[in-house]
């Protein structure tokens, strides 16, 4: 790695060291913490986020589809679903992140089927219902979690998938080291929960899973948990509301 890269990693490791702001409210919070970081945030992330290109894989995201992206962040997953990005009728890329969505702005222009929306990702709907929505580490950020899930159910067509990689709580870890992670990921407002993946298998049980440990940049030896979830939408219309 050069002294330029190693310079990025350190300003972008100083930013996580210092923690998500705590004023103003979450969409502020996210400008305040992500907008330094936005130039190096792809290639920073991409040591720590893993699991990504498998989920868009799982989700078997065919021609003609329409796809929706909650939590887009920089727009990266363009780059990851490469030559299927084109065969799509539509990939909307949702973020509540300036800084971050002008990163994914530059990325979308060089497509015709991507639309890049600032909105909340617990509320936004598409005007039309879709045949994927993804959410690549995004819901552990999302205070309201349990909203924003039941809302990506809404958006699908019957017999659509929803599909989540994120960081979370395994109910095999024990509890020291789950209280460690809990403690270590709030810091930058990342929340990790032993309830969104059961959530997650409430609300579509068709489901396929996969709990993985992940390597951290800079932190030999240390493997953080996370999991993958591809749920289906049944055939026929269904209450997506949620039971705890
Ligand atoms: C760790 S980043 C992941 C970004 C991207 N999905 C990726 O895999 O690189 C989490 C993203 O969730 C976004 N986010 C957090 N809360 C949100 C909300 N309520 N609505 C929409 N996006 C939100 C953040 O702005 C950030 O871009």
């Known amino acids: 790695m050069s002294l330029i890269s190693l310079a990025a990693d350190a300003r972008i490791l100083w930013r996580m060291a210092c923690g998500q702001p705590r004023r103003g409210d979450h969409a502020a919070r996210l400008q305040a913490f992500y907008a330094p970081q936005a130039g190096r945030y792809d290639a920073f992330r991409e040591r720590l986020l893993h699991g990504r290109a498998d989920l868009l894989d799982r989700l078997e995201i065919a021609e003609g589809m329409r796809v929706v992206e909650l939590g887009c962040g920089t727009g990266s997953s363009l780059d990851r679903m490469g030559p299927r990005s084109g065969c799509c009728a539509s990939i909307q890329l949702v973020d509540l992140c300036p800084a971050l969505l002008a990163v994914a702005r530059k990325r979308a222009a060089a497509h015709r089927n991507v639309e890049v ?88 049980p068709e489901a396929w899973t996969d709990e993985r440990r992940a390597s951290l940049p800079y932190l030999p030896g240390l493997q953080a948990p996370y999991y993958l979830y591809v749920g289906q939408r049944g055939a026929v219309a269904q209450d997506v509301s949620i039971t705890r």
């Open 117 to 204: 929306i600032e909105a909340d990702a617990a509320r936004w709907q598409p005007a039309v219902a879709v045949d994927r929505v993804f959410l690549s580490y995004a819901l552990t950020m999302i205070p309201d979690w349990e909203t924003t899930i039941a809302n990506a159910v809404a958006m699908l067509k019957p017999g659509g998938r929803l599909g989540v990689v994120d960081f979370h709580l395994p109910s095999t870890g024990s509890a020291l080291a789950n209280r460690l992670w809990r403690r270590w990921f709030a810091h930058d407002g990342v929340q990790l929960s032993d309830a969104h993946l059961p959530a997650l298998l409430r609300l579509l």
